[in-house]
């Protein structure tokens, strides 16, 4: 069974997943320097992004096949919580 992705990777999938992003967005809103912070490096090297269109396929970024997986499968895991905090009356 695959590791669970951070909370960061996938509020980064969700971001990538909400509207169509270019390499720059994401550079501009993700890039970081700190070695413990790679989230775009991370989503790359594990198959959950791509970057496609243009000449050298560079413009566009989108999830993967497995992206959207690694999406629903957190939704899922979300899921639970939430129909408890409704069932409480603590949810919005």
Known sequence: MPTPPSLIMIQFLQWIADRPRSREDVMDAWRSSCPRFPVWEDARADGLIRQCGG?????????????????????LGARPARDQAAASGSGP
Do not use: K, N, Q, W
């Not at 050298?56 to 690694?70: C, M, Q, W």
């Open 55 to 75: 000449d050298r396929g560079e413009h566009r970024v989108e999830l993967t096949d497995r992206g959207r997986a690694a999406l629903r499968r957190a939704d």
